[in-house]
Each structure stands twice: as C-alpha cells, then as structure tokens.
C-alpha cells in the first residue's frame, strides 16, 4: 500500500499531530486508519495510558513530506 495515495487531509493532520506529541488529540477513526497503515503503533504506559508513535514507515513519510 502506498501511504502517499491513501492518506487524506484528516489524516495528514493526525500523523502530524502524532509526530508533535499531540496523539491524544487525534480522532479515534483516524488513529484507527493511520494503525491500519503502519504508519503509527500503540505504546502502552501505566501512568498516562495509552500513548502513540510513530513507526518507521510513518516518520519517513514525514520527512518526505517536509521537503
């Protein structure tokens, strides 16, 4: 699957969100899709509760799309 072709603006905006440590403020549909596409994975922590990152594949995507 090719990220570039499958992301929308909704989704755009929740990985770069994820990427600035704003994951909590992504919608839950969105974070579904962005699971889905491997660009993002769950982090489990006890204090703060579920937390998101981004993969390898996710971070590259943002670096091609900063340039």
């Known amino acids: 699957m090719n990220a570039a072709t499958q992301l929308d603006q909704q989704d755009l ?3 770069e ?3 600035e440590g704003r994951a909590p403020s ?3 549909d969105v974070v579904a899709r962005l699971l889905a596409m491997g660009l993002v994975q769950k982090l489990d922590e006890e204090e703060r509760g579920e937390m998101l990152q981004l993969t390898p594949r996710g ?3 943002i670096r091609s799309s900063d340039q």
């Open 17 to 19: 969100s994820v990427a």
């Open 59 to 61: 971070l590259s995507f």
């Open 13 to 15: 905006c929740g990985l």
């Open 26 to 28: 992504v919608p839950a």
